[in-house]
């Protein structure tokens, strides 16, 4: 019995262990995977080269370290979404890591970016000299948008991200970016100071400061790049310097591409030579150079591309064979060529129910008292620049059809669906010739208005100037909805036409805006009998109401101006703006 029982209770015990085990194994089937780690982008400081030759005039002394070192980004792009709820509060920067169908966001630490030209203090650079004496530190700021390239054949062959980071003071929405398999170059362009290097040879030593490395990630890793300055004669100019630095293959007088690296320039609508910066103010042309706004027509002469134009002219054909497909609001969007209809539109105008832009003013800028663009003695003029922008979500579209022996063009509005069919149209007014210097291309009439306005509000001057070649000069908000990250018109090279138009399509893009100088003729008003005091400068967007918006309530900004001096000596004093202390 004993031996039965022993065996019984074996044989029940080695039931139980056996289904013990069962069980044991069948929790360790059924238990889930161990969760992936996040996706992040893998952010890599690199030397495109272990040396560099950099020249130096010997009439005006001074390099820029462009070291070619770059960003790169290996599992995921690295985004960056920078933007301000309004210019009483701080500008906030959110990183985007897009995987798949999901999209994780982060906030940056308060305080680590403070505008929209870039990450400030990124790289730390140190010079030493042959003897390995320490000559020079300093540190630069960062713009992810700077001129990028791939790194690797598999990445995209087109990058979605801007091509530069904005200038302008009242910008309020921005994205910087380095596309995945991709690499931007660190150098900060025209924020950069040139530095005076004696002929020599030279190490430089790039890291990236300690609080970037911990925010995103990247190992402490400086690169070390042999740095040769050579000296040679400028030959009444920064020319040959800036030649001899300039890439190879690059076309510095090519009319499409161009301009310094890091941010735009500021940009704009720019005509009078005598009012740009003096050339040797100007960054030579550096391999950090890359695409901006408004190429040629801002104060800053273009430098060259960082790639040869046939290759970044393939690259832009390629991106346009994207179209513009619905719900792609991530700012891959792009805008449709800017060739006009070839004739007028025919059928009952109508204003369908779709998407419609919505034109904001931003505050004016720039502004200084000068004697006017033709310096008429005895006559005081205040000065500024303005801008007017588009939220969106809808681009705005306007063509102009000339008549046979008339002056004007008759001006129309274009309304498009979901799918970018056209599905409307309305006139909207005319178009005009401008013959003037700065100008001399067709001016949409009616789009915007000046007037300077005293202390009550009440209107003291209105400029004469209502008429504008809508082009993309200022990259204003790229966070709104359906913003378009490459605008086609960026200059006015590709809008507004020549004298002897038939037709013009003039477009402003979601998220872009058109500044246009305070150098320019009608970008004042004349005050020589206006007395001192406060005043306000209102920049109003479609005054006359004649284009269709989805919101007519948010067309105007002031910027506050106090007048003083007397006749032929006029002085202005121009408050911040809320947290915005621009002039």
Not at 69 to 90: G, H, I, N, P
Not at 236 to 253: I, S
Request: proline share 8%; aromatic share 8%; with cysteine.
């Amino acid at each position: 019995m004993m031996t039965r029982l022993h065996r019984g209770t074996l044989w029940r015990s080695g039931i139980a262990v056996a289904a013990a085990t069962a069980v044991i194994a069948g929790v360790v089937a059924a238990a889930p995977e161990a969760p992936k780690a996040p996706l992040s982008p893998k952010l890599s400081l690199i030397a495109a080269s272990a040396s560099v030759t950099l020249y130096s005039s010997k009439e005006e002394p001074g390099v820029y370290l462009d070291l070619g070192t770059y960003l790169t980004a290996e599992k995921a792009a690295f985004e960056l979404q920078v933007k301000r709820a309004s210019y009483k509060e701080q500008v906030v920067a959110r990183q985007i890591v897009r995987d798949g169908k999901t999209t994780r966001t982060t906030t940056l630490p308060k305080g680590l970016v403070k505008d929209f030209r870039g990450l400030p203090g990124f790289t730390r650079i140190t010079v030493t000299d042959a003897t390995g004496k320490t000559v020079l530190t300093r540190n630069e700021s960062f713009c992810p948008n700077n001129a990028s390239g791939r790194v690797r054949p598999d990445a995209p062959a087109t990058s979605k991200y801007p091509e530069s980071c904005p200038g302008n003071p009242f910008t309020l929405g921005s994205v910087w970016g380095v596309e995945k398999g991709w690499a931007s170059n660190t150098f900060s362009g025209y924020d950069s100071e040139p530095v005076v290097l004696k002929p020599g040879t030279y190490t430089a030593k790039v890291s990236v400061d300690k609080r970037y490395r911990d925010v995103f990630g990247i190992e402490d890793k400086p690169r070390a790049v042999k740095v040769t300055v050579k000296e040679v004669s400028n030959e009444g100019g920064r020319g040959v310097a800036a030649a001899k630095q300039a890439p190879a293959g690059a076309h510095a007088g090519h009319a499409a591409p161009g301009a310094h690296a890091g941010h735009a320039a500021p940009s704009g609508h720019a005509g009078h030579a005598a009012k740009r910066a003096p050339a040797a103010d100007l960054a030579a042309p550096t391999s950090g150079a890359g695409p901006s706004y408004n190429v040629g027509h801002g104060p800053y002469p273009p430098a060259p591309p960082a790639l040869p134009w046939a290759l970044k002219r393939a690259q832009l054909k390629a991106a346009q064979a994207a179209g513009d497909g619905t719900g792609r609001t991530d700012g891959s969007r792009k805008a449709p060529a800017l060739k006009a209809a070839p004739k007028r539109p025919t059928g009952k105008p109508a204003v369908p129910d779709v998407p419609k832009p919505d034109l904001r003013s931003l505050p004016a800028y720039g502004i200084t008292i000068s004697d006017g663009p033709d310096e008429v003695a005895g006559k005081d003029y205040l000065a500024f620049s303005a801008n007017v922008w588009n939220a969106g979500p809808a681009q705005l579209v306007v063509d102009g059809f000339r008549s046979p022996g008339k002056e004007l063009m008759d001006a129309y509005q274009y309304f498009y669906d979901a799918k970018g069919k056209q599905v409307g149209y309305t006139p909207t007014g005319t178009m005009e010739w401008d013959p003037r210097p700065g100008h001399e291309h067709w001016h949409f009439t009616d789009f915007a208005s000046y007037r300077l306005l005293k202390a009550d509000k009440k209107e003291a001057v209105r400029s004469g100037k209502e008429a504008f070649c809508l082009a993309n000069t200022d990259a204003v908000d790229y966070t709104v909805k359906n913003a378009n990250w490459h605008p086609y018109n960026t200059d006015l090279s590709t809008a507004c036409g020549v004298e002897n138009s038939i037709s013009v399509r003039e477009v402003l893009d979601v998220g872009s805006g058109d500044t246009y100088t305070q150098d320019l003729p009608g970008q004042s008003f004349d005050i020589t009998g206006v007395p001192n005091g406060t005043y306000y400068i209102q920049v109003l967007a479609n005054p006359e109401k004649r284009l269709k918006e989805t919101n007519l309530n948010n067309n105007s900004a002031l910027r506050k101006i106090v007048l003083g001096g007397k006749p032929g000596a006029r002085t202005v004093t121009v408050p911040a703006h809320d947290l915005v202390d621009a002039n």
